[in-house]
């Protein structure tokens, strides 16, 4: 594996389920973000890790939860959710989660939520 | 606040019809500019970063160019397999904590054969 993988790439889920997503990072970098995209939407940050710890909350509910066992990996812990949840959720890595770093992304996972 | 505004919307091109692409943007400490394609169901794929007004970076077809204010991306001679959203996003500098990205919304790019 290469790049920034994720799964699984599609996943739909009732409001009452408990679901998590992955993300693995194979570029040996020390910082991993969690984006959303929604239509017509610009894509919009959720959480940002640095060598395992948060560096930054955006202010994102708390049915979301993320994870960071290591620098390779990210977790994105999913709890009653709503429809209005439903996206693409993606998850990136940079070198550092400092200024001119290009971020990479993986290809996202697809999240219906009935 | 730090905004990015993408234009057009949208874009429709015949195979060899070479147009630009536009971002403006409002920022506190311009720390770079980065510009992404987007496939369908796909995530973003990494294209270029600039870093001050004046620069300027080219791959294949696709030339950045960065002022004060915007940057354009330049699409010459643009072939179907071109076709994508193109996102523009911003780092600004921070106090504390990452300096993120901000995102537009993209301009989705169609070349027609």
């Known amino acids: 594996e290469t790049g920034v993988t994720q799964t699984p790439r599609h996943l739909v889920m009732g409001m009452t389920n408990k679901k998590s997503l992955k993300c693995e990072q194979h570029?040996?970098?020390?910082?991993m973000y969690w984006y959303k995209q929604s239509a017509k939407k610009p894509l919009e940050l959720m959480f940002v890790?640095?060598?395992?710890?948060?560096?930054e909350n955006n202010s994102v509910p708390s049915r979301f939860s993320p994870e960071c066992p290591n620098s390779s990996h990210l977790f994105l812990h999913l709890h009653t959710l709503q429809p209005e949840d439903s996206a693409l959720y993606l998850c990136?890595?940079?070198?550092?989660?400092?200024?001119?770093?290009?971020?990479?992304f993986g290809p996202g996972t697809r999240l219906t939520v009935l | 606040e730090d905004q990015v505004t993408q234009s057009p919307e949208a874009l429709r091109l015949q195979e060899g019809e070479s147009s630009s692409l536009n971002c403006s943007y409002t920022?506190?400490?311009?720390?770079?500019l980065f510009w992404y394609r987007q496939d369908p169901g796909k995530g973003p794929e990494f294209l270029f970063t600039l870093y001050s007004a004046g620069e300027e970076k080219e791959k294949e077809r696709l030339k950045a160019t960065l002022t004060k204010k915007e940057s354009f991306l330049h699409i010459t001679a643009p072939k179907p397999e071109d076709s994508a959203t193109y996102l523009c996003a911003v780092q600004a500098g921070t106090q504390g904590g990452s300096e993120k990205l901000v995102f537009g919304k993209g301009t989705k790019l169609t070349v027609n054969p």
């Open positions: 570029l040996g970098h020390n910082a």
């Open positions: 890790y640095s060598l395992e710890e948060r560096v």
């Open positions: 920022v506190s400490g311009l720390r770079g």
């Open positions: 990136a890595s940079s070198p550092t989660p400092g200024p001119y770093n290009e971020q990479f």
